[in-house]
Structure formats: C-alpha cells, structure tokens
C-alpha cells in the first residue's frame, strides 16, 4: 500500500472523525451522517455502493485496514472512490455532547466550524443595513458565538425575510421586554415560518434554537440560505439562462434541472466563453485547484474591476485559493469560502459561493433566438405549486423536490408523503427504487406510479380520472389535485390524531368549531363556510389566535373593517404569522385569505384547530 506514517496518520484521523461510535468499524448510518453533516443528502443506496467499494470482506462495514486501502489508492491517483471527498472533509466537524434524551448514553452530535464562520459572514453582509440589529451584529466569525446570537428568534425572523420576502410580518416579533415565553413564541414563529418555505424542521423544537444546539442551529440556517440564494436561479427570475440550453433541448429541458445543475452548466458555459478548457461536474473535487474560479471570476466581473488571471501563477493549491479570493473581493463576492474550504472542497460552502457569484454577475447573453412565442408566465412556478412544493420538502422527502412535476415523476416522494400520513400503508417492497437502469426505467416509474393512485385509493383519495401514466407524464391539472388531496389527508389526519376520539373530521365539523369557539369567547366574527367573503379580512382567523391564545394578537395593528385591497393584505400578512407564532404550523399565504382561496383556507382554519386540540 505504501502510505507514509503521516498519511497513515492522516488516514486514521479520517476514519476516526467518521466512526461516531469507536466500535473501529464505519456503518452505513455512520456515513449517512458524515455526508448530511457535510450538506449532502447521499440516499442509501449510494451510500451502500460506497462501502461495497472498499469492504473486500464483504460484511457491510469498513474497517480501518480496508479504509487505509481505499486512502493508499486515492493518494496514488490509482482509484476514486465515492467515500474520499467525505473523509477529506471528516476532521472539519466539530462535536458535542447529545441533544436528545439519548444525550446521557454518550451520543454526539457535530458540526462545523466552518460552516459557522461562513454562515455568520453571510448573517453580518445581508443583514448589515437593518437599523434594529446594530448592536447584535456583527457576529465573530472566528467563533461559535452564532449560537448565542439566534437565541431569541429576532436574527433568524430577519434571516428568512432575506431570503424569502415578507415571510415573516415583523409586527409579530417580540423585539421588547423579552423573556423566557416570548422568546419561545419569536422561535416557534422561526420553525414554522421555515416550514412554511420548505425547511425540514423534524426533531428541531423552539428550546433547540433557544439553547442554541449547534447541530440543529446550523443545519436550519443552511436551509434558509440555501432557499434564498437558490430561489434566484430560475427561468423567471433571469430569462437569459436559455442561453445554456445545449442543442436540440428546449425550455422543458432546463426546467428539469435542480438549481445545482443549473449551476454547474453555467460555470462550464462562462469556461467555454473564457476559452478555458477545463469542465466542472461537482462543487468538490472538481474545483480545489482553484483554476476554475480563477478563470470564472475573471470572465464575470465587470470592466474596471481591475480582476486578473494572477491566482493561476500562485503556487500551491492553498496559495491559489487564498489569490482568488482577493479576485473575489474585487467584486465583493467572497462570502461563503476561506482557502481551506475550496482545498477541501466544501460541498456545501463551494455551492453556496458559486450561487452568490450566479445572482450578482450571471453574465449571460441573450439568446439569438431570443426567447420565441414562450410566455414566462407559463413556465414559472405559481403560488399553488409553490405551496405545495414546500409543503413536501418540509416534511423531509428525498430526494428534495425542485420541480412538483418532474420531481414526482417515479412516484418515490409521493409514496413517502402516504406513509406518512398513514404509516406503514406503503409495502416498500412493492416500490422500484431507484437508480433505474436506462432501458426499462420509464416503465418502472409508471409500475410505481399506478402503485401510488393503488394505495391511495385504500386512502379514500377521489382518484376518478387519475391513472400512473399521468402522474408519470406530468399532466399539471391532475398531479396538483393528487397533491392538494395528499395535503388535505395530511392536515386531516393530525387533527384526527389530537382529537383521539376516532372520529373522522369533515369541512363542516371545522366550520362548525370556528362559529362555537368564535362564540364561546364573545367575538362577533363568523363563518358560513370556506368560501364566505367575510373571511378576507383576517378578522375570523385573527379572532381565533385570540381564542386559542389570548392577548396574542394586538388588535391596535389590525385594520377594523379593510375596504382596500392594501388594507387586507396588512392585516392578511399579520394573522398568518400569529398563526405561526402561537403553533400553527400553516402552509397558506397571505393572498389565500385576501381572495378567500377555499382550500387553502380550510387548511389554516385546520391548523389553528389542531393546535387548540394540541393545548388541551
């Protein structure tokens, strides 16, 4: 094997940042976790083609003689391996004592030291301007103080503001006399305001974010920076990206991409037009020698920012990175990376510094041929399907879904939303699970496909009209009312479950909880139904945070009787965040109220339901 008593140090280091229990023995749970501490989400069946490559005995596991195998080859440039880029990048997570029950057994927990910095960073650049956080910001880098920082909710509430506008109404934030209750109400506002974005925040509670539990902390402030610096890669928001579409692809095409693929293209189309041969495939090892930045850099940034070719001249790989930062700064795009992180190749920092380098200078020519008959308004993502977008990723669904339509086309997310709602309706054994192989693998989607609208039949779904074939060919009309269905059934079923009478709860049993809870506190607001006009002006959904929790709402803020359609929007924006605030974890928008969408009113109303149950 040949390893030098330093590699084969290095490589045991490796192995043991990787093996969270010290049995010497690294399972797949273990590198499950290494890679989502790392910010890759690697489903297990990839996870179990990386240990079949390095476990020559065959029992599941890697032991440290087969890893410093796997690390001679890599070192040797005689193999990759898909594990390497991860156990580079092991010793960069930092640990700390449990957060769950299980804490007292010894369980750990790590977290990154770099993403802490690079987060904090990007906390102290987008929120520099906002007048009321002066005297909290900036945050020390070059510490863990990022934890203390979000303890109170306010940092985090501005956070998701910058990264999806107007998501939380300021008017609902204790910013005064705070203490232990209202700092629990700005943090449980945070969670499902972040839910409400497509956060996956299973097993994070307001107290985490309050105990500022690094783990948990981090891993929702990615989130929330990802949607936001991702949120700006789209058709919609820059139609020049037409300009990557390769030959004989169409719009539909680029529509199938995720955001990170869309991103690759279009540092591979700024290497074509710099007239630099190299190609990138990842945000890893394809861009440690920093050549790639050095050349995207230069071919993006303005005349006269006085940007050069000269980190190409540096001369190790870290004096390189350390050169093509300062090119960075140039155009003040530094955020995210320090040298280490692009050595490293950071999955997580590397995208997030490229997507920034994406929305400040894209640098894309307009097409020829121009953008043809194509209304944009066609192609981009309405405000129904955005809900429904986020509503899946919240609840943790992988793959994370880009497009409602190309994403579901194997069924796979939908079939784990069901199990969800019911668990253990779903017999996986039935499921095709991907990678498919290229022959035959349309036909397996649809094999799943018809097992979805099989299953959620036994449900009780309304499937008249909806076969496999349609959820497999993305017809718009009938995958949304599968999926608004599967939301209703998901609402349902919770309150079902508080309600522990083993009834089931129809749109009728809601009305008639809204009017004789309504009643029962002396408001003077109703409702006849989901549909009643009355309900645009949030005062019936206001009335209720006051029933469940009273004093909640400041009534001062709210608009009596809104006759303009400002005028409900401002009170619409105030009672969905105190629906928020007090619990309810609620997907519906603004808009939902102020122009009385009925389904999606029945969900808020659902929600503030489920939450009184809750309290009981």
Partial sequence: ?????????????????????????????????????????????????????????????????????????????????????????????????????ASATGTKHSFSSEETGAFSNWINTILAQDEELQSRLPINEDSDDLF????????LCKLLNSAVKDTVDERAINKKKLNMYTIHENQTLVLNSSSAIGCNIINIGAQDLMDGKPHLVLGLVWQIIRIGLLSKISIKENPNLAALLKDGESLQDLLRLSPEQILVRWVNYQMDAAGCARRINNFTK????????????????????????????????????????????????????????IVSGHPKLNLAFVANLFNTYPHLEASDDGLGDIDLGDMA??????????FMNSLGVNPFVNSIYEDVRDSIVLLQLLDKIK?????????????????????????????????????????VGIGGTDINSGNKTLTLALLWQIMRAY????????????????????????????????????ISSFKDSSISSSRAVLDIVDCIKPGAPNFE????????????????????????????????LPEDLTEVKPKMVMTIFACLMSRSYSKK
């Fill in 286 to 341: 394809d861009i440690t020698d920093s050549e790639v930045y050095t050349h995207l850099i230069h071919q993006i940034a303005p005349e006269g920012s006085g940007v050069s070719l000269a980190p190409l001249a540096a001369g190790g790989d870290t004096e390189k990175a350390t050169a093509v930062l300062q090119e960075a700064d140039k155009i003040d795009c530094k955020s995210f990376v320090r040298p280490a992180d």
């Fill in 1 to 101: 094997m040949g390893l030098t008593e330093d590699q084969r140090k290095e490589a045991t280091e490796q192995f043991n940042a990787i093996d969270a229990n010290g049995d010497g023995k690294l399972s797949a749970g273990e590198i499950s976790n290494l890679f989502k501490n790392l910010g890759e989400a690697v489903p297990g069946f990839k996870v179990r083609e990386m240990i079949a490559e390095v476990d020559t005995s065959g029992n599941g596991l890697i032991e440290l003689d087969e890893f410093l195998v796997m690390f001679g080859k890599v070192a040797s440039n005689k193999k990759t391996y898909g594990l390497a880029d991860g156990a580079k990048n092991a010793k960069t997570v930092k640990e700390v004592g449990g957060t769950s029950q």
């Fill in 148 to 155: 203390t920082s979000v303890h109170d909710g306010i940092i």
């Fill in 557 to 588: 803020l709210v608009v009596e009787s809104p006759s303009t359609d400002e005028d409900k929007m401002m009170n619409a924006k105030y009672a969905i965040s105190m629906c928020r605030k007090i619990g309810a974890r609620t997907y519906a």
């Fill in 381 to 390: 993502e309405t405000r129904e399907e955005r809900t429904f977008r986020n």
């Fill in 423 to 463: 668990p253990g309706v779903v017999e996986w054994s039935k499921v095709n699970m991907p990678p498919f192989k290229t022959m035959g693998a349309q036909m397996k989607a649809i094999e799943n496909c018809n097992y979805l609208v099989t299953v959620a039949k036994t449900m009780g779904f309304s499937l």
């Fill in 491 to 526: 609402t349902i079923a919770l309150l079902e479950s508080l309600a522990g009478d083993g009834k089931s709860i129809t749109d009728n049993d809601i009305v008639a909880w809204v009017n004789s809870t309504l009643s029962a506190k002396g408001k003077s607001s109703n």
